[in-house]
Nanobody, 120 residues
Framework: QVQLVESGGGLVQPGGSLRLSCAAS????????MAWYRQCPGKERELVAG???????NYADYMKGRFTISRGAAKNTVYLQMNSLKPEDTAVYYC??????????????WGKGTQVTVSS
């Protein structure tokens, strides 16, 4: 079993920055992908970015260089640095861990999510 705990969400003004963190614990496969998804109000959950245990990163096209995903030295943590935030970035952000080398893996573990609200 894998547990994921997100932190770092909150209220920020447009143009501001936030850094989300996620810590994984439990039976973590050595080869995995950790990723951030988000669910905007009234919309489906969507991928934000993913990073493999080998360091390969994938970003959704709409990021346009505003967000950066990284992993901690211990490999069981993942971060999402979000800059130039826009009101449309308002969402619940979820951390996910996918065993194996691909974001497309069938098994996904999820955290409970952290709310990010971008508003003046």
């Amino acid at each position: 079993q894998v547990q994921l705990v997100e932190s770092g969400g909150g209220l920020v003004q447009p143009g501001g920055s936030l850094r989300l963190s996620c810590a994984a614990s439990g039976s973590i496969f050595s080869i995995n992908v950790m990723a951030w998804y988000r669910q905007c109000p009234g919309k489906e959950r969507e991928l934000v970015a993913g990073i493999s245990s080998g360091g390969t990163m994938n970003y959704a096209d709409y990021m346009k260089g505003r967000f950066t995903i990284s992993r901690g030295a211990a490999k069981n943590t993942v971060y999402l640095q979000m800059n130039s935030l826009k009101p449309e970035d308002t969402a619940v952000y979820y951390c996910s861990l996918i065993p194996g080398p691909s974001l497309l893996g069938a098994m996904k573990y999820w955290g409970k999510g952290t709310q990010v609200t971008v508003s003046s």
